[in-house]
């Protein structure tokens, strides 16, 4: 479901981006259309996180383009986006110590939506977020960023840490937020063959380079190629 970058919800082009004066990712260029799901896959240190918050705005960008629904992000361009482009990053999108409710309403997320995607979050609505497993705050960390109906969802490792049923639960309802909002979504995943049930198709990134573009539906017969391009292999039929 390759998109073209006309109709796109995110446009990357050139992507260059880093840490200080280092650049980590290079030449970066992508598209996600509206509904699909993009993984991004690679090795630790591959530069995915990096490409993420480098989209986000978080970081300095050296060079390239970043467009959602058409508009460059430049400057005070991301932080109107704010709305536009949601990020959940690994470990760091809840506040523990505040209720679930009330992480909810601090990001302007409808409670009633939340637990609509998530029904396992409405009995834990009074509870501090701290207190509650790794698969109900990665639900509610996504709650927080679906309720402001972004354009772009950036998602860093949902299934990290969880059993593989908590993990397909959460992915499920990531398909179905995806296809209700019309979002383009890039998800960082470094596992294969859990890529290859969720997303539409997938990037391949190793020392900050996208190596390959490949369809969900060819990752697990490519499996071997996909491996040596993690290890920085040559891309031969990419
Ligand atoms: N704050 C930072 N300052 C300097 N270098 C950093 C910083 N954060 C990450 N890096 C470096 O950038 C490179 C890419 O890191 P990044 O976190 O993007 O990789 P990743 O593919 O997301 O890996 P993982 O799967 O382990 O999360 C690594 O070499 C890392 O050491």
Do not use: C, W
């Not at 970081?59 to 704010?82: I, K, M």
């Not at 690994?90 to 909810?104: A, C, D, K, M």
């Not at 609505?125 to 354009?151: C, D, F, I, N, Y």
Request: aromatic fraction near 4%.
């Amino acid at each position: 479901m390759a998109e073209d970058a006309a109709g796109a919800a995110l446009e990357v082009r050139g992507l260059t981006a880093g840490y200080g004066s280092l650049a980590v990712i290079h030449d970066v260029s992508f598209s996600v259309g509206r509904g699909e799901i993009v993984g991004l896959l690679g090795r630790n240190g591959a530069g995915k996180t990096t490409t993420l918050m480098a989209i986000a705005g978080f970081l300095g960008r050296y060079g390239g383009e970043v467009r959602v629904d058409g508009t460059p992000l430049v400057g005070p361009a991301y932080r109107r986006s704010r709305g536009q482009v949601g990020i959940v990053l690994e470990g760091r999108s809840t506040f523990p110590s505040l209720t679930v409710r009330q992480n909810l309403q601090l990001a302007g997320a409808p409670v009633d939506e939340a637990v609509e995607l998530f029904p396992e979050l409405r009995t834990k609505l009074p509870l501090k977020a701290g207190v509650l497993s790794g698969g109900e705050q990665q639900m509610l960390a996504l709650a927080r960023t679906v309720g402001r109906h972004p354009t772009v969802l950036l998602i860093d490792e949902l299934s990290f840490g969880l059993a593989p049923a908590v993990s397909e639960r959460i992915l499920e309802r990531l398909r179905a937020v995806a296809t209700a909002l019309s979002a383009g979504v890039v998800l960082v995943e470094q596992h294969i063959h859990f890529a290859a049930s969720f997303v539409d198709r997938a990037l391949i990134m190793n020392e900050g380079l996208v190596r390959a573009e490949i369809p969900a539906a060819e990752l697990a017969a490519r499996e071997s190629e996909i491996e040596r391009l993690y290890l920085g292999g040559v891309d031969e039929a990419a």
